[in-house]
């Protein structure tokens, strides 16, 4: 039989993921999302040549340091609950790049990502010649989502800034709602050495006339926040203030939380399926986004459809953020990349899981605060295993193993350069406490980390 005539029903499937991987080659070659040359004028001239298609929808945009891929899946799942079509757009991805672009709730579909790429090649090249330096894959991934969305078309589009906010690709939007969660320090290389500084850059997205919904800040954060607001006569909500958590409680799969909108009004027995009090206050923050959106709040007194509202919330998922992928032992993926961010995700399992016995799986990026990342774990891990990812930026496993052995002692760290390995050592430990029940496993440390382990463990 010639190879031609072995055609199955799988063949264009195939074919598109052919595609995709194309596509994925061509984006790869260009600059790395962790290279950054802080400009909008590429983008923006690129959004020139394709008739400012971010124009065609109004946005809601989010900044901050952890929490914003959370609050813009609670945002989308607050529209589509009102029937509005979506776009969303966040990042980095979990496993498939075609997650950081989603319609109506769900990933652009394979043909739509290479197609919307394809679309807009010619003119990507155009910028690139025209530009002292090239456009980056982030920058070419951000032009994708923005033309898709006018392309769908959608009615709102709920996106996450890459990095910073000034200069971050997605800055070329005229969001009329800002959302800043919590900031706190990452990237301190690139936006600054203090949470003062680097609300100067994320602080950046408050556009003239609009309404920003901020999260709780350190002092120096939010005075930096409402500097901006005073300059470009921007209306503040802040969390604690104009709305906020009033109550949460435990519940078998997540939590019971009652919330405060900007209206003034209280929305009760809202069951939210994720883990810890920083998810509490991520759909806190979510929800006066979405009602400073509709015009709830100031002059319009009010609230939303309570029951739109539960159902909205009720059907939240934020893959790799604490999510449980097996039992006996149960194994946890939790993206949590920076001090701020472990110190949220440990709180979490002490207040939401009974674990006699926790082991941590750790693969981290190089350019992050490793050792303040570990220092919020080392409570509650009885032992650590630490690993790598496959990507370029992976801190090597002996390299964490040095820095791990100093915040654990050597008799608590065990070195598996293999993720699959690590994962599986960790169960061993976790099961040598014999009570099952109680035992489990964390793999943590970085988003790449937790997409590498959730495919390795069949989650998709």
């Given at each position: 039989m010639s190879d031609k005539s072995r055609k199955t029903p799988d063949h264009p499937a195939e074919e598109l993921q052919a595609g995709l991987r194309e596509v994925e080659a061509e984006l790869a070659r260009r600059w790395p999302e962790s290279r950054i040359e802080p400009s909008l004028d590429r983008i923006a001239a690129l959004m020139d040549i394709l008739g400012q298609p971010q124009r065609s929808y109004p946005a809601i945009h989010i900044t901050g340091t952890n929490g914003k891929t959370s609050t813009a899946r609670m945002i989308e799942q607050l529209l589509l609950?009102?029937?509005?079509?979506?776009?969303?757009?966040?990042?980095p991805h979990v496993e498939s790049v075609t997650e950081r672009i989603s319609l109506d709730g769900l990933p652009i579909t394979v043909e739509g990502f290479v197609e919307t790429y394809r679309d807009i090649?010619?003119?990507?090249?155009?910028?690139?010649?025209?530009?002292?330096v090239p456009m980056s894959f982030f920058e070419v991934l951000t032009a994708m989502a923005y033309a898709a969305f006018a392309d769908a078309p959608v009615d709102v589009a709920v996106v996450e800034v890459g990095m910073g906010g000034s200069w971050d690709a997605t800055n070329v939007?005229?969001?009329?709602?800002?959302?800043i969660t919590p900031i706190a320090l990452d990237h301190t290389d690139k936006l600054g050495r203090t949470p003062g500084a680097i609300a100067v850059e994320k602080s950046g997205i408050v556009k003239k006339g609009a309404l920003a919904v901020v999260a709780q800040q350190p002092l120096d954060a939010a005075e930096t926040i409402l500097r901006r607001a005073v300059e470009v006569d921007a209306t503040v909500a802040r969390e604690g203030m104009e709305f906020g958590l009033l109550h949460r409680s435990l519940a078998v799969g997540?939590?019971?939380?009652?919330?405060?909108?900007?209206?003034?009004?209280s929305y009760e027995d809202i069951f939210l399926p994720l883990h810890g009090a920083h998810q509490a206050h991520n759909?806190?923050?979510?929800?006066?986004?979405v009602e400073a959106f509709f015009g709830v709040g100031g002059a319009h007194n009010g609230q939303l459809d309570?029951?739109?509202v539960r159902q909205a919330f009720a059907a939240v998922t934020s893959p790799g953020r604490l999510e449980v992928v097996r039992r006996s032992p149960t194994v946890l993926l939790d993206a949590a990349h920076n001090p701020a961010g472990a110190q949220a995700t440990a709180e979490a399992i002490s207040d939401s899981f009974g674990f006699t016995r926790l082991v941590g799986v750790v693969a981290t990026s190089s350019d992050k605060d490793i050792r303040g990342l570990l220092e919020q774990f080392e409570p509650i891990f009885a032992e650590i295993v630490v690993t790598q990812n496959s990507t370029?930026?992976?801190?090597?496993?002996d390299q964490l193993a040095e820095l791990a052995v100093e915040v654990f002692g050597s008799d608590r760290v065990q070195v598996e350069p293999r993720l699959d390995d690590a994962i599986d050592?960790?169960?061993?430990?976790?099961?040598e406490g014999g009570d099952l029940g109680g035992a489990g496993v964390l793999v943590t440390g970085s988003v790449y980390t937790v997409g590498e382990a959730r495919i390795l463990l069949g989650r998709n």
């Open positions: 609950a009102f029937e509005l079509r979506t776009g969303r757009y966040t990042s090649a010619p003119y990507i090249g155009m910028v690139d010649q025209s530009q002292p939007i005229d969001a009329a709602v800002s959302v997540g939590q019971l939380i009652t919330l405060r909108g900007i209206g003034g009004e759909a806190a923050l979510a929800l006066a986004a309570a029951d739109k370029h930026r992976a801190t090597p496993a050592a960790a169960v061993a430990l976790a099961e």
